[in-house]
């Protein structure tokens, strides 16, 4: 058996094996670690001046008949000597991609920072959400000033000067005025009043804000609280649309689980009065030691706004009928968060802050 | 108010389930606070006689006892000395359990076995008497060898609930809300009670006391009323040959079980008379009243009435709020010496006596407001004040009298009588009301479906009398003990009362508005998202400090309260700094000490008078001028006025406001502001001043930079070492007054932009933000962006001058720019500066 014609290559040069140029590229390749290394043997192994590219320059030099068989081995050839590089070279990059991200390793457990975002305060939240609740109802928030004259406190409250019921509420008056004239708004009611002043019905509005008794403080009151009131004023509004709005609000809020109920009681501003009260929050209603075993905890008050509040911002009472209600927004993240002793709003204890 | 449902029974035939009983009360709005089971536990007690009392030896607080409860004598161990040999005494045997659960066990002492309790009132829940053992009935002759023969019912062996007379009982501790003074009293609760559970409701006529006929009243006792205003109606009657005593046992344990103390048949009958009918009533002994008659007027200012708890009280002293004239009512003798605070309080020199045998009784119909301003006035309430405030029933007077005289009859000696006739003096005095109701107005406010006839059903049996006046309106009378209803919306309640809160429906209102926050509310939520984003804590420090507060950051102090709790609470903040302070001193006792805090919160300037003027004259003007500002304390390891200075910026930009500059202490530029802001560091600080149209305009709105170290110090939060900054804004000026950027979208430039850096060298009292003022303008509208990137003090620069590097991006929108146009602008901007401030650029 003859061997195979050799390659072409330069006239008068040696023939040049291409099985040959493949091993000795094996050879070579094996050799090379770096990836530069390898770009070098690519230029000797099939670059315009390899040995392999000189024996496809010699073909022309060959038998017109030995070219077709020629060129095939010489481009298998090649192909081989590329596919091997192109193997190597993967190996070789992913080797020293390796060792690049091992180096750069890093611990994120080991991060040393600050804490980088701080927490809303729980009480501050939330009123939010609460506000949130009654927005989604249709309701605008309103607010007031935490100072008040006699006026807006208690007298357009249908509460006049010497009234019993002033003895609700503890109050701390201002040296302001006369005596006992400009005190701290004992209640968001108030903003009730200055709203209705400022804007006829119909009126969909809640109010919260901060409030002031001169109570001593105990497990679940202190003298400075935040509460929400709501104040609906249009045509047709009864009692029934008062017992339903509160319902929403509480299944809305508490979940689907708490329930209302009203009772009669006593404020001088509205007629009828209730007494407002949501399933236990603790027990579901089954009964605890938080609910006196009753399944139920006093939350606020609420009723008809009296015709003499009416009368005392203006609004024909034959026309428009309206409801209002209150709570405690302190009372609601105490419930919702088993705060056992609200003093501890006072206290900012950073560890306090940071946790709920 | 306490009351014992067999006292309800008096009243009505109410079934026995209390627990039931008192639902139905919660739902009529006379909340149970409390049910207490009496005389429970009692059925083991029987009645026992001393036999024999010895002392044991080393013991000299107990004795042993030997008692005879109807078998064998039994031996005691007992620490009470208020009995003696003969004496009829209760006796728990070893096995009984008291109320309260409490199981009597065989015991021994000294060496003695006690073989049951002999007991006290409190141990016995009937009072709270602990002095000593309940003795039933006393030996004639205490320890001698007589004993005296024990009375019917008092035979050793008998149950204590038999001799008693009493079995088990409810007290209901009610919640009576301020408008019900008809619910004050057992016969009020009772009407109310038995109309919901449709049970038939009387008011036992009291007997007519035994009247002399030869002694008419008149001559006895004269009244004058001169302020017919506090006093519309007095009434007096005089009982004879009263022999004051204890009062009977039922009386005494009712009055007990009401949580009053009985002391003499007289003033018991009194107290249980108001208790009963809720009208109190006043006896005074008639020999110790100058010249036998009464005046009643109003009180000079300074008038000093002794009332019966031994207080001197001086009468119209102050005034208790607007219309207040600071006329107090007092009953005088007729030598015009006051002797009582009308309606409030007796005076200890009338009061019954063992020696009383004739008894002045007064009762009468107080104006409701008077006495609310007099109780107030004097810091003083009492069992009648409560009522007579509320408003008692004029027309309830006679009953609740003869009621009084019917109790006394049983104690008071066989020759007790009443004097001829009655001293009534009336004026005006509340009448039954009509008010016309409209059935279909009850539905409108109530959301109900309620006919005529139910309406009229819930009505009448609370003694409410209705007529119909046409097919629509219905005519109510309301009876005097009702003051609280005297409107078509007091019936319109109730109706809903009697119908049932839990009855009426329930809808929801559909609201025509959309529901949202108003712009400046969204921003305030985003100042706080975006404080907290900075590590801030939000904290809630009070509105109320002490009266050094402000003084220790250098401010003026604030608006006082007139009547605090605690002086730390006394002045209304003007700041959020003080507060702020106080809680790093809290945390930084406690070892937390890197932190940074913030809140929102209302302060309090102090307003002009003109300005209180107008807001009492009901201007409809706030009397405070509120603002709502941020405080944030930046307090983390490394923290300084710098850190306050970014989150200004961070807040500043992410609200887009513009014209706010920060102003150092010292500048004239802003009026009113000539040092640096108070509590802050003198050279680390600055005024947050709101560009105005004109110079006068400018307004500060906030504070920005570190505390004093001064101020740190004072707090103890290590001055010497530590920064604090501060940022204070009033975020309700800010967010509603500076002008923002527009809101418009500008295109951003295709085309490629060029940088130029410059740093200038110029002197400290120039500020950054002046030279950026200046770059800004030169640089004109190539200036796509300027930012500081370096400061630099030191070697190779002039004392008291420092170097700012800018970076200058040019752009232009239609063309790229020629290096050209990009040396020009930077030969302008460096000429502006140079100008300006005197600055030299840096080579």
């Known amino acids: 058996m003859t061997p195979p014609p050799a390659a072409g290559g330069e006239p008068g040069s040696h023939p040049i094996d291409p099985e040959e140029l493949v091993s000795s590229a094996v050879d070579r390749l094996e050799t090379i670690t770096t990836v530069a290394a390898l770009d070098e043997a690519q230029t000797d192994l099939v670059g315009k001046r390899s040995e392999l590219a000189r024996a496809h320059q010699g073909l022309v030099s060959l038998e017109p008949d030995e070219r077709p068989e020629v060129g095939r081995r010489l481009n298998e050839a090649r192909r081989r000597i590329e596919s091997l590089i192109g193997d190597r070279r993967r190996e070789l990059e992913g080797g020293e991609r390796a060792a690049r991200l091992q180096a750069d390793r890093l611990d994120l457990t080991e991060v040393i920072a600050p804490p980088l975002r701080g927490r809303l305060h729980i009480v501050e939240r939330t009123r939010d959400e609460l506000e949130d609740v009654f927005i989604g109802m249709g309701f605008a928030v309103a607010e007031g000033p935490e100072a008040e004259t006699d006026w807006y406190n208690f007298e357009a409250l249908h509460m006049p000067p010497a009234h019993p019921a002033r003895g609700m509420w503890d109050t701390l008056y201002l040296d302001l005025g006369g005596p006992e004239t400009v005190m701290l708004r004992t209640h968001t009611s108030p903003v009730q009043i200055r709203l209705m002043e400022a804007q006829g019905p119909p009126i969909y509005a809640v109010m919260p804000g901060k409030c002031y008794r001169r109570d001593t403080p105990d497990a679940r009151h202190i003298p400075t609280f935040h509460q929400i009131e709501g104040l609906v004023v249009d045509r047709g509004i009864s009692f029934a649309d008062l017992a339903g709005t509160i319902e929403t609000f509480t299944t809305a809020y508490f979940g689907p689980d708490i329930h209302s109920r009203l009772r009669p009681s006593y404020f001088p501003f509205t007629e009828p009065s209730a007494e407002y009260e949501v399933t236990c929050t603790i027990c579901k209603g089954n009964g605890c030691r938080t609910c006196s075993h009753t399944g139920w905890i006093e939350l606020g008050g609420c009723g008809m706004v009296d015709p003499a509040v009416f009368a005392a911002v203006g609004i024909d009472a034959e026309e428009w009928t309206g409801f209002a209600f209150g709570f405690g927004i302190d009372r609601c993240a105490q419930m919702r968060h088993e705060i056992p002793d609200m003093r501890v709003f006072f206290d900012n204890d950073v560890r306090v802050l940071r946790q709920i | 108010m306490r009351?014992?449902?067999?006292?309800?029974?008096?009243?009505?035939?109410?079934?026995?389930?209390?627990?039931?009983?008192?639902?139905?009360?919660?739902?009529?709005?006379?909340?149970?606070?409390?049910?207490?089971?009496?005389?429970?536990?009692?059925?083991?007690?029987?009645?026992?006689?001393?036999?024999?009392?010895?002392?044991?030896?080393?013991?000299?607080?107990?004795?042993?006892?030997?008692?005879?409860?109807?078998?064998?004598?039994?031996?005691?161990?007992?620490?009470?000395?208020?009995?003696?040999?003969?004496d009829i005494v209760p006796f728990a045997p070893v096995g009984s359990v008291l109320p309260g659960g409490f199981e009597i066990s065989r015991l021994k002492k000294k060496g003695v076995v006690s073989n049951g309790m002999l007991c006290s009132g409190r141990e016995l829940g009937l009072s709270e008497d602990h002095e000593g053992i309940l003795v039933m009935h006393s030996a004639p002759d205490p320890g001698g060898a007589e004993r005296g023969p024990v009375p019917d019912g008092m035979v050793p062996g008998t149950p204590l609930v038999d001799a008693l007379g009493i079995g088990p009982d409810t007290v209901f501790d009610i919640?009576?809300?301020?408008?019900?003074?008809?619910?004050?009293?057992?016969?009020?609760?009772a009407r109310d009670l038995a109309a919901s559970l449709h049970l038939p409701f009387s008011l036992p006529e009291p007997a007519q006391p035994p009247t002399d006929p030869d002694a008419p009243v008149a001559s006895l006792a004269t009244v004058e009323v001169l302020d017919e205003d506090l006093c519309p109606r007095f009434t007096a009657r005089v009982l004879l040959d009263v022999m004051v005593a204890p009062s009977p046992d039922w009386i005494a344990r009712r009055l007990t079980l009401a949580g009053m103390r009985p002391i003499n048949n007289v003033v018991d009958a009194s107290n249980y008379a108001m208790l009963d009918l809720g009208q109190p009533t006043h006896p005074y002994d008639l020999d110790l009243v100058a010249v036998h008659g009464l005046r009643v007027r109003s009180a000079r200012p300074g008038e000093i009435v002794t009332t019966l708890d031994g207080v001197d009280r001086a009468m119209g002293e102050r005034s208790v709020g607007i219309g207040d004239d600071r006329r107090d009512c007092v009953i005088c003798d007729a030598d015009d010496v006051p002797i009582g605070i009308g309606g409030v309080m007796g005076g200890v020199t009338s009061e019954i006596s063992a020696s009383t045998t004739r008894v002045l009784l007064e009762a009468a119909y107080f104006t409701p407001m008077a006495i609310a301003r007099t109780s107030k006035r004097l810091n003083l309430r009492s069992e009648a004040s409560a009522r007579f405030e509320r408003g008692c029933d004029p027309e309830g007077i006679d009953r609740a009298v003869l009621r009084l005289c019917e109790l006394l009859g049983a104690t008071a000696g066989d020759r007790y009588r009443s004097a001829q006739g009655v001293i009534d003096v009336s004026g005006t005095v509340p009448t039954p009301t009509r008010v016309r109701v409209r059935p279909a107005r009850i539905n409108t406010v109530l959301g109900s479906d309620l006919t005529d006839d139910q309406v009229i059903g819930y009505l009448e049996p609370l003694g409410f009398v209705c007529e119909r006046e046409s097919t629509s309106v219905l005519d109510v009378t309301v009876p005097t003990f009702r003051p609280d209803t005297a409107r078509e919306i007091d019936v319109i309640e109730e109706v809903a009362r009697h119908h049932g809160y839990a009855n009426l429906p329930r809808r929801r209102p559909f609201s025509p508005q959309v529901g949202r926050l108003t712009r400046y509310q969204r921003e305030r939520r985003l100042v706080r998202e975006v404080v907290a984003g900075a590590g801030a804590h939000e904290a809630w420090t009070p509105s109320l400090l002490g009266p050094d507060a402000h003084r220790r950051v250098g401010m003026e102090n604030g608006i006082r309260v007139t009547n605090p709790l605690t002086p730390e609470e006394s002045v209304l903040r003007q700041s959020l700094l003080p507060g702020m302070l106080g809680v790093l001193v809290f945390n930084a006792d406690r070892r937390q000490g890197e932190m940074r805090l913030f809140e929102v919160g209302h302060v309090f300037p102090l307003p002009g008078p003109e300005r209180v003027s107008r807001a009492l004259a009901r201007s409809g003007e706030t009397v405070i001028a509120e603002r709502e500002v941020l405080g944030v304390a930046l307090?983390?390891?490394?923290?300084?006025?710098?850190?306050?200075?970014?989150?200004?910026?961070?807040?500043?930009?992410?609200?887009?406001?513009?014209?706010?500059?920060?102003?150092?202490?010292?500048?004239?530029?802003?009026?009113?502001?000539?040092?640096?802001?108070?509590?802050?560091?003198?050279?680390?600080?600055?005024?947050?001043?709101?560009?105005?149209?004109?110079?006068?305009?400018?307004?500060?709105?906030?504070?920005?930079?570190?505390?004093?170290?001064?101020?740190?110090?004072?707090?103890?939060?290590?001055g010497e070492r530590r920064r604090v900054g501060w940022l204070e804004m009033e975020i309700d000026v800010l967010l509603t007054q500076a002008p923002r950027h527009s809101p418009l979208l500008a295109p951003v430039s295709k085309f490629p932009s060029s940088d130029v850096d410059l740093a200038f060298v110029v002197d400290e009292s120039v500020t950054a933000a002046a030279l950026r003022k200046t770059i800004r303008h030169a640089a004109g509208t190539l200036l796509e962006s300027l930012a500081l990137f370096d400061v630099y003090r030191g070697v190779g620069l002039p004392a008291g001058t420092r170097s700012l590097a800018y970076r200058l991006r040019l752009c232009a929108m239609d063309r790229t720019l020629t290096d050209e146009e990009v040396a020009e602008t930077r030969a302008l901007c460096i000429a502006a500066v140079e100008k300006a401030h005197g600055a030299q650029l840096r080579s």
């Open chain 2, 3 to 86: 009351v014992p449902l067999s006292w309800l029974r008096d009243f009505a035939p109410f079934p026995g389930d209390p627990a039931e009983l008192a639902t139905t009360l919660d739902d009529l709005g006379l909340v149970v606070e409390e049910i207490v089971p009496v005389g429970e536990g009692l059925g083991d007690v029987v009645l026992a006689r001393v036999v024999e009392i010895g002392s044991i030896p080393g013991a000299d607080r107990i004795r042993r006892v030997v008692v005879e409860a109807g078998g064998e004598p039994v031996e005691v161990v007992c620490g009470a000395w208020n009995f003696h040999e003969g």
């Open chain 2, 175 to 189: 919640a009576v809300e301020a408008n019900r003074p008809d619910a004050w009293c057992v016969a009020g609760i």
């Open chain 2, 635 to 718: 307090a983390r390891e490394g923290d300084d006025a710098r850190s306050a200075a970014a989150l200004c910026q961070v807040l500043i930009e992410a609200f887009r406001i513009e014209d706010v500059e920060l102003v150092a202490g010292g500048s004239d530029d802003v009026p009113g502001s000539g040092s640096a802001p108070p509590g802050m560091h003198p050279t680390r600080s600055a005024r947050l001043v709101l560009a105005g149209r004109d110079r006068h305009a400018r307004r500060s709105v906030g504070v920005v930079g570190e505390v004093d170290p001064d101020v740190l110090v004072d707090f103890g939060l290590d």
